[in-house]
């Protein structure tokens, strides 16, 4: 018996009075971000535990339209879809280190032999442990794998709905290449691919240098949606050059202001009963704060350093990490510090500290002259201070985050700086795990190599949320064509009357006949309800069945629009056909 080719995976029609969205007429106390609160109240999301959802039918449709997307635009540039697993033996993640180096956010568990696993947060070691098998000559490649799958991060902080998960869905891919000519190319396509990605999602996206953090690596840029509402990362960013970084990794640009002014301003000791901040400081010697200095007590790895920013400045610390060579500082906790300082917390200066604690200080104090930092003693703080006269700093560097109107590092214009949702990551990892891991080919003279790597993320659940972010009202979603769960809602304003029942299916079949996805919203509820579900769950297209039926009209309205428009019925669906194409 011949079997039937499989039906199309989407179910083109629905009745309202059968789908699974349960809608809630008030906001979620817990939710505090626009995307969060929509999709708990149009029924999209549920909550298992923090940071944990089930994908309800209508936002699971959106998440597979997502998927639709990124499989297509993978395919396009040769990824071949693979499945691994999210069971990880922890001996392949000690092979690199990462056991350890990943830190918290790994989820572990045990066998019944008491083995060690990690329920998956990313795939590197899987996948190398996967290649280093199989590839063993320059022939096979390159070759460009990816996935979508649940990925697990036990997150500090998970928060925002869909935005920052500890079980969410990612979609990771990872190319191998015999050279870094190879890997810019793998990059290249995949960066491309991500455009079109968001592009295709509806998303307006910037892209943005990035800092390569504890994955390791050399180029890597992250894929923003810049939106206010979610301050989950910074970016800086030039309107004139287009020049894009995450803050965490922008460079503070430092001109050397030449001026080797003289003090003659002695180092003396003042009282500063109870003064600890910036800005009590300042306020209490009537000193601006640019002419104080900032003193953090950070531990990095083993080490105990004090980091050194000028008073109106913030530590970077990813940078403070990069310089230290580690990759993470903490700042040290009550304990430490007054071990460190001999004081309290808020009197910590660079002179004067315990032995054996190095000094990182920024490029800007060094162009202080006469400043104000804390004394090391309780209480007090030094006043004349003159770098390299009163203390030596072991490290000179850029460790500040960069503000609004620093000048861009590239054209010195002012930068700006907006805070954004980082929806997709594509990092050059080069031979990193490859070497640790010693997954090599031949060349063709048999010489061995490393293989040289690329990885690359998007967060698909991630990205869900963010488009909601950048497109609602205060109605609900308003969902691009291309990701909607439905295309089409016909609303009869009254079931019960005949007339308008029996156009109402009779359009609905008419758009289902061609393929288009359509809710009939069948139920016997109030108009205004079913206006404002329908609104709320933010299908593009609804038409309305209403008395003007008697005189072959309907009403159709467009999600995005305020008026409604008075169409003939029989010209409705072909309007829905040209509005979808
Ligand atoms: P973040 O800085 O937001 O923690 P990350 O640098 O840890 O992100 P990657 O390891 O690059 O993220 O993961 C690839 C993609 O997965 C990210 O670009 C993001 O879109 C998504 N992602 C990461 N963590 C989460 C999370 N906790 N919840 C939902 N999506 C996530
Ligand atoms: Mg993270």
């Not at 969205?21 to 109240?41: D, F, G, V």
């Not at 928060?159 to 050279?179: H, P, Q, T, V």
């Not at 009357?497 to 809710?519: C, M, P, S, W």
């Amino acid at each position: 018996m011949a079997t039937q080719a499989a039906e199309s995976v989407w179910a083109e029609t629905m009745k309202m009075s059968q789908v699974y969205a349960p809608t809630l007429r008030e906001n979620p106390a817990e939710a505090e971000i626009a995307s969060h609160r929509l999709m708990l109240r149009a029924g999209l999301l549920r909550k298992l535990s923090a940071g944990i959802y089930t994908y309800l039918p209508l936002g699971y449709r959106t998440v597979r339209k997502i998927m639709q997307i990124v499989r297509e635009e993978m395919e396009r540039i040769g990824g071949q879809e693979v499945m691994m697993p999210v069971v990880q033996p922890a001996e392949l993640w000690h092979e690199t280190g990462r056991w350890v180096d990943y830190g918290d956010e790994m989820m572990k568990l045990k066998d019944r032999h008491s083995r060690e696993f990690a329920l998956g947060p990313t795939h590197e070691e899987v996948i190398t442990d996967l290649v280093r098998s199989e590839i063993n000559s320059y022939r096979q490649l390159p070759v460009m794998m990816y996935q979508i799958q649940n990925k697990y991060r036990d997150e500090i902080r998970p928060r925002f709905g869909l935005i920052r998960g500890r079980e969410f869905i990612m979609k990771d891919a990872y190319s191998f290449d015999r050279d870094q000519t190879g890997l810019d190319h793998s990059y290249d396509l995949v960066y491309q691919a991500y455009v079109r990605i968001f592009e295709r999602c509806g998303l307006n996206t910037k892209v943005v240098e990035a800092d390569a953090g504890a994955i390791g690596g050399s180029d890597t840029h992250e894929f923003m949606v810049i939106t206010d509402a979610v301050g989950e990362a910074e970016i800086a960013y030039c309107d004139v050059c287009g020049y894009a970084a995450n803050v965490e990794k922008a460079v503070c640009t430092f001109e050397p202001s030449g001026l080797a002014q003289e003090t003659n301003e002695e180092l003396k000791l003042v009282d500063t009963p109870g003064q600890r901040t910036i800005e009590e400081v300042s306020a209490f010697l009537n000193i601006p704060p640019h002419r104080l200095m900032k003193t953090l007590i950070y531990k990095a790895g083993s080490q105990v350093v004090a980091a050194v920013v000028r008073g109106d400045h913030e530590i970077n610390e990813v940078k403070l990490a990069r310089a230290l060579g580690v990759l993470e500082v903490e700042l040290a906790n009550e304990e430490l510090i007054a071990q460190v300082t001999k004081a309290p917390v808020g009197f910590a200066g660079p002179i004067g500290l315990a032995d054996g604690v190095p000094i990182i200080a920024d490029l800007e104090v060094m162009e202080l002259h006469g400043a104000v930092c804390g004394a090391n003693s309780a209480d007090q703080h030094y006043r004349g201070v003159e770098p390299g006269r009163d203390f030596a700093p072991d490290t000179v560097v850029d460790v500040r985050m960069v503000g609004a109107d620093d000048p861009c590092p590239k054209c010195k214009a002012p930068l700006s700086v907006a805070s954004g949702i980082e929806v997709g990551h594509v990092f050059k990892l080069g031979k990193k795990y490859s070497q640790a891991m010693n997954a090599t080919f031949l060349d063709e003279a048999g010489q061995e190599h490393p293989l040289v790597m690329g990885c690359y993320g998007i967060g698909v659940s991630r990205t869900a949320a963010a488009v909601i972010e950048q497109h609602h009202d205060k109605n609900g979603i308003i969902w691009p064509i291309s990701i909607a769960p439905y295309h089409v809602i016909v609303v009869p304003v009254n079931y019960k009357d005949q007339q308008q029942r029996q156009a109402a299916e009779d359009l609905y079949r008419a758009v289902e006949d061609l393929g288009i996805e359509v809710i009939l919203d069948d139920r016997d509820e109030r108009p205004g309800v079913k206006f404002k579900d329908a609104d709320l769950i933010g299908i593009p297209i609804r038409v309305v069945v209403g008395k003007r039926i008697g005189q072959g009209q309907v009403e159709l309205k467009l999600r995005w629009e305020d008026e409604a428009e008075i169409v003939d019925v029989n010209t409705v669906v072909g309007r829905i056909q040209s509005i979808l194409r």
